[in-house]
């Protein structure tokens, strides 16, 4: 279980433009949830993602894992657990080298480099049998670069390279917003069957709301750093887009969009 206890969270403290964006704000995430995360710009949804990553600060509250404290944790100890996938295909992976050499690196996560080679030959198949469950093709393609590969190509070599170690949870970062169409469909089947096949605990920031209502077991919207409207379970999949976009549609309004 991941819980955010009371987090408040402040941005260019102290000068003319400071902002408080979360303040004594929680949230819990139970073990092999879904959830779903859509709000508009500015309404904390990627600042949440940043948080449990540990990659920003906070001022005040806990981020805790099983009931275990992290919030002192540096982020690349955190990623020992945690998987991630960003909005730009290119973050997260390295484009100059293959996707053999990015595999062994996202392979290594965790342990200690030292003077041996750093791919393993052994592994070959292994990921060659990862590739193939993505029905791409990308099996065939272990020694092309990455930047070689078409932007869907990346992304998916990216959601395996995300969960190719054991983590815990897995983080999406409006991980289809720079696909097309059809490309994105594609990315977020994929993405669906990795989380149920590994049974992950997955939160996902997108701002298709169809995604969002059609994926997960639990869908927040966010604004101005709260939770403004929350569904789960079967009131969840009941759910229409056209449901979450009135919402959405009232809420900008309201504040001037």
Known sequence: MLELKNITKIYNPG???EMCLFE???????????????GSNGSGKTSLLNIICGSIPIEGGDVLVGGESIVRQQDYKRYNRIGRVYQNPAMGTCPSLTILENMSLADNKGQRYN????????????YR????????G????????LESLSGGQRQAVALIMATLTPVDFLILDEHTAALDPKTAETIMVLTDKIVREKNLTAMMV?????????YGSRLIMMNEGRVIYEKAGAEKAALAVDDVLHIFTEISIE???
């Open 206 to 214: 997108t701002h298709n709301l169809r995604y969002a209502v059609q």
């Open 115 to 126: 003077l041996t080679a750093g791919i393993n030959k052994k592994r070959r198949a292994y």
């Open 129 to 136: 049998e990862q590739l193939a469950s993505l029905g791409l």
């Open 24 to 38: 004594d704000f929680s949230l819990t995430i139970e073990n092999g949830e879904f959830l779903s995360i859509v």
């Open 255 to 257: 504040c001037g969009n």
């Open 138 to 145: 990308l099996e065939d393609k272990l020694d092309v670069k």
């Open 15 to 17: 000068t003319i433009t």
